[in-house]
């Protein structure tokens, strides 16, 4: 069984990885009922003996001692990550996995990227190298950060480059939540497009999650929630509302999202199904050119991971969910875009007959590249989430992913052409202006290889003529 390592950078970052260590623990705790450290578990979790000074008391079988995540927690404020030291989660971490500041990256990308990178380089390295190393066998790195902060944005990205210098054999995921339009951060377009160069250059696969979509989703579930149909219920504690039935912030009913995006993704490589699909298989199949790395994401039944009780979802009716934009974790609708290929991650008490006939009952309402029309990956776990009888995660290789691009970009160049709050970038040693105009390049270049095909995908397809032998 393969491990792999969490590094969460930023607030965000960590916040999100707060709600993602929980939700694993009470997974793992509903499946391995008797306490025995096992595969599964091993691949997020190191099980310790904490009566042993140092990495002495590591533990590789038998009984559940003390687990401790296989995480690297990063932040240039200690508001977080203090909190998660704090809270509940406490003993899942120790201060060795930790790399805090406290005067923070002042929503600049490049005190982030260039400042904080630096001088905390060494550590970071030694962080990550000290985690790999107590992998047996270790998969991949799942980068967690926000597009928008400095922290996120520049030292999240700084730290991606490193994973790629220090371990390139070693695969790496990033999930990157972007800003909505209404950010209250007023430089996050300028951290945003320079964090994109990055994540084009140094990533493996990169999922990325619209703040603006996560909204909108716990709004509809808020709607729901309040209509009172019937069989609806609020579980105890809910992230949607309190437990005196008053509204909360939205945020970590969003955090949880995202953190059940990662949770799903994980879920083949932790648990047996019939269908297993490894994470060199999402890359292998989901990524036919290296820059267009970028896969859309939908989670069903989505009302799941905000902990409401709904009356179950038809199995048909959550595979049609998958490809509704109303489910997509970016403000997107794939089916009116072109599919280079398409992941389905199945959990729960599901066929392979089900599997493959709702994929061909959906196949004529989807357009796929001509040179890739079966460009299908499927798997099915037979661990479902908790409380819920099966659930679906789509991952797709979608042009549809190019208008977010677009309106980051347009969002950047109305502040770059009034050369607004560049001076804080250009402050910091080793930011000129070249570097704000080679990142918009760059992404300009990333929207019209989308753009280059959807146009291809337009034109009528032709019968090439047989080649004709004289006699």
Same mark, same amino acid.
């Given at each position: ?322 490809? *509704? ?8 609708? /794939?089916?009116?875009? +072109?599919? #280079? %290929?398409?992941?389905?991650? $199945? =959990? ?30 499927? *798997? ?8 819920? /009888?099966?659930?679906? +995660?789509? #991952? %797709?290789?979608?042009?549809? $992913? =190019? ?30 202006? *070249? ?37």
């Amino acid at each position: 069984m393969t491990q792999s390592v969490v590094v969460q950078v930023g607030q965000c970052g960590n916040q999100v990885g707060g709600c993602f260590w929980e939700l694993a623990l009470r997974e793992h705790a509903a499946v391995n009922q008797k306490g025995v450290y096992d595969d599964a578990i091993s691949s997020f979790f190191r099980n310790v003996d904490t009566r042993v000074v140092g990495d002495g008391g590591s533990i590789s079988k038998g009984k559940i001692r003390s687990l401790k995540a296989r995480a690297v927690l990063i932040d240039m404020e200690e508001g977080v990550v203090n909190g998660i030291l704090q809270g509940p989660l406490r003993d899942v971490f120790d201060s060795k996995q930790l790399i805090t500041d406290i005067s923070g990256s002042g929503n600049n990308w490049a005190v982030g990227h260039k400042v904080f990178g630096s001088l905390y380089r060494e550590q970071i390295l030694e962080k990550l190298r000290k985690a790999a190393e107590r992998c047996d066998c270790l998969q991949s790195f799942f980068v967690v950060h926000s597009m928008g902060g400095g922290t996120g944005s520049g030292l999240g990205t700084c730290v991606l480059k490193m994973l790629e210098d220090e371990f390139p054999e070693v695969y790496r995921f990033v999930i990157s939540v972007y800003p909505s339009q209404e950010d209250d951060v007023i430089t996050s377009p300028y951290n945003s497009v320079l964090a994109m160069r990055e994540l084009s250059e140094h990533a493996d696969c990169v999922l990325p999650v619209d703040n603006q979509s996560l909204f909108d989703i716990i709004s509809k579930i808020d709607l729901v929630v309040s209509s009172g149909k019937s069989g609806v219920t609020v579980k105890p504690k809910s992230l949607v509302t309190s437990s005196a039935g008053t509204s909360q912030k939205p945020f970590d009913a969003m955090n949880n999202i995202v953190a059940n995006l990662l949770l799903s993704l994980t879920s083949s490589a932790r648990f047996e199904g019939s269908l297993n699909m490894d994470l060199s298989d999402i890359t292998m199949n989901l990524v036919p050119f290296p820059r267009l790395h970028y896969l859309v994401s939908s989670l069903t039944p989505l009302f799941s991971v905000a902990d409401v009780n709904i009356p179950p979802r038809r199995l048909d009716q959550v595979f049609s969910d998958a490809f *509704s934009k109303d489910h997509q974790l970016i403000r997107a609708d /794939p089916k009116r875009s +072109l599919y #280079l %290929a398409c992941a389905l991650m $199945v =959990r729960g008490n599901v066929h392979i007959s089900d599997l493959r006939r709702n994929i061909e009952r959906l196949k004529p309402s989807l357009r796929f590249v001509s040179w890739n029309q079966e460009g299908w990956k499927t *798997s099915l776990c037979s661990v479902p989430p908790v409380g819920q /009888p099966h659930s679906l +995660l789509a #991952l %797709a290789n979608n042009t549809c $992913v =190019r208008p977010t691009f677009v309106d980051l970009r347009e969002r950047f160049l109305r502040l770059y052409r009034k050369k607004a709050h560049l001076h804080h970038y250009l402050l910091v040693d080793g930011v000129e202006e *070249s570097c704000f105009e080679e990142a918009e390049a760059a992404l300009w270049t990333l929207i019209r290889e989308y753009e280059q095909l959807d146009t291809t995908a337009a034109w009528p397809a032709h019968d090439v003529p047989r080649l004709r032998v004289a006699m």
